[in-house]
C-alpha cells in the first residue's frame, strides 16, 4: 500500500475518532446509530495508523504537500 494521507489527514481522523467514541460512551449517541458511530471511529483510528485511506484511491485523490 502506498501512503496517500498527509499529516493533517492523520490528526484531523484521530480528533474525530475520539470525539465519534466519546459520543458512544457518554450514551449522547445511543443504539444503532451509536454503534455505526463507533465502527467509524475504528475505521478512522486505522486508516489514520497505517497512513492510507482506499476512499481516497477510489476517489483519485493523491497525497499532496505544500511546498516552501
Known amino acids: 500500500m502506498k501512503k496517500n494521507m498527509t499529516s493533517a489527514d492523520r490528526i484531523i481522523r484521530l480528533i474525530l475518532a475520539v470525539i ?7 450514551k449522547v449517541m445511543p443504539g444503532t446509530l451509536g454503534i455505526i458511530l463507533l465502527v467509524i471511529a ?6 489514520s495508523f497505517v497512513n492510507f485511506c482506499p476512499l481516497y484511491r477510489f476517489l ?4 499532496w504537500e505544500a511546498k516552501a
Open 20 to 26: 465519534l467514541a466519546t459520543l458512544y460512551f457518554t
Open 42 to 47: 475504528v475505521v478512522l483510528v486505522i486508516t
Open 60 to 63: 483519485g485523490i493523491t497525497k
